[in-house]
């Protein structure tokens, strides 16, 4: 079964930033469109960015100039940088395919603290 890993949060300040990362355990986050979410405490999981497999990207508004998707296809991985970094940032995140059809990972933590 296809299985999600999110890794690469912390408890960082306001300005900081962090690099996440999304790998599978077979070779096929390169063959999907891909997606970061996030979900902060008492509120629905939503979509942050986008990066397609023909390489186009998407940005949620609240993310533009701060947030940067990429994909290393080498390692079959997904990316999101995050930098400037707020406390409205602090969430869970999550990523999958477009669809959401792949088994959700358990995430990983980011607390910005102001």
């Known amino acids: 079964q296809k299985h999600l890993v999110e890794s690469g949060g912390g408890l960082v300040q306001h300005g900081e930033s962090l690099r996440l990362a999304c790998v599978g355990n077979?070779?096929?986050?390169?063959?999907?469109?891909m997606e970061w979410f996030h979900q902060a405490p008492g509120r629905q999981r939503e979509r942050v960015a986008t990066?397609?497999?023909?390489?186009?990207?998407v940005y949620q508004d609240s993310v533009k100039g701060r947030f940067t998707i990429s994909r290393d296809n080498t390692m079959d991985a997904v990316y999101l940088q995050m930098n400037d970094l707020k406390p409205e940032d602090t969430a869970v995140y999550y990523c999958?395919?477009?669809?959401?059809?792949?088994?959700w990972g358990q995430g990983t933590q980011v607390t910005v603290s102001s």
């Open positions: 999958n395919n477009i669809a959401q059809s792949l088994p």
């Open positions: 077979g070779h096929f986050i390169n063959h999907e469109n």
């Open positions: 990066i397609y497999v023909g390489g186009n990207i």
